[in-house]
């Protein structure tokens, strides 16, 4: 299909010289409370809007980085708020997890130019897509992994929609801080025309899912559930299956209906929650050295 695998080079110095000058908004609040903060990204001059929170104690603390869905449309972007995972944000406090949830260049508060666009419906470049979401979370392990109070390995790196897509471009390249992948839901052009199950050449969607199994040797979750009108069982298993088949290491697990949508799956909670027992069970499961 002609998909090349670019590698993720971001300039180490250039981040290091910025974290200096960024500052927390709010660095000694209380245990859970949100923090506001800002974190170089791979775009000059762009800092990307996050939020924090730190579980009780001095840490140091592993971290999760949650990352959000993106839409190629620009007004629905540009209007987007700071992204939220309640649930899922206060599962992982509650396991000792220090956790992150930036928002990315081209989205929301954040603004500045869009990395991760797919291209036309038609013709898309799904793996350039998923790298340029990677470029913003590697961005983000390496500012946070810098911090006092966070680890410097054990990193989890968990992604929604597009989110999950580019956590599993990051997995390519298996960045030596993190742990493990999970992806809730994800994938790119989904909902054409806002018309359930209708994908936008879904055949170089799986194409771009071989290609980053291909070099991808970190342990990743991949949670759907069965009413995803984005991504359908069908092709969500065909996703897994060609990234296995590639060389990746996948564990694929299909979830009982969520609500109305099931692509909403992240933000589940309670007795709805389906993928905590799942994934309690994968973070079991992973090497302890990790």
Request: with cysteine; aromatic share 8%; hydrophobic share 45%.
């Amino acid at each position: 299909m002609g998909f090349g695998a670019p590698m993720i080079q971001i300039n180490r110095l250039v981040f290091g010289l910025a974290a200096a000058l960024l500052i927390s908004w709010n660095s000694h609040l209380s245990a859970a409370e949100p923090e506001n903060w800002s974190i170089p990204s791979s775009v000059a001059n762009i800092a990307m809007k996050a939020t924090v929170y730190r579980p009780a104690g001095k840490g140091p603390f592993k971290l999760a980085v949650i990352n959000h869905g993106s839409n190629e449309d620009s007004r629905e972007r540009q209007t987007m708020g700071m992204p939220q995972f309640p649930a899922l944000t206060d599962w992982l406090l509650k396991r000792g997890y220090a956790v992150v949830i930036p928002e990315r260049p081209g989205h929301g508060a954040t603004g500045g130019p869009y990395i991760e666009s797919q291209g036309s419906c038609g013709f898309p470049d799904y793996v350039k897509a998923g790298f340029g979401t990677a470029l913003s979370i590697d961005a983000t392990i390496d500012f946070m992994t810098r911090q006092p109070f966070v680890k410097r390995t054990g990193v989890l790196v968990v992604g929604n929609s597009a989110g999950g897509w580019g956590a599993l471009a990051l997995a390519s390249q298996n960045p030596p801080q993190v742990a493990a992948i999970i992806n809730f839901a994800g994938g790119r052009g989904g909902r054409n025309h806002n018309q359930p199950e209708h994908n936008c050449a879904a055949d170089r969607l799986i194409a771009a899912a071989a290609t980053f199994g291909k070099t991808a040797r970190l342990p990743t979750l991949w949670l759907y559930a069965e009413n995803d009108t984005y991504f359908a069982p069908a092709l969500s298993r065909q996703l897994a299956d060609a990234f296995v088949q590639s060389g990746g290491r996948a564990e694929y697990h299909l979830l009982p209906p969520v609500g109305v949508e099931g692509h909403a799956l992240i933000q589940t909670a309670g007795k709805d929650a389906a993928w905590a027992p799942v994934l309690a069970a994968f973070l079991r499961g992973l090497p302890t050295n990790r």
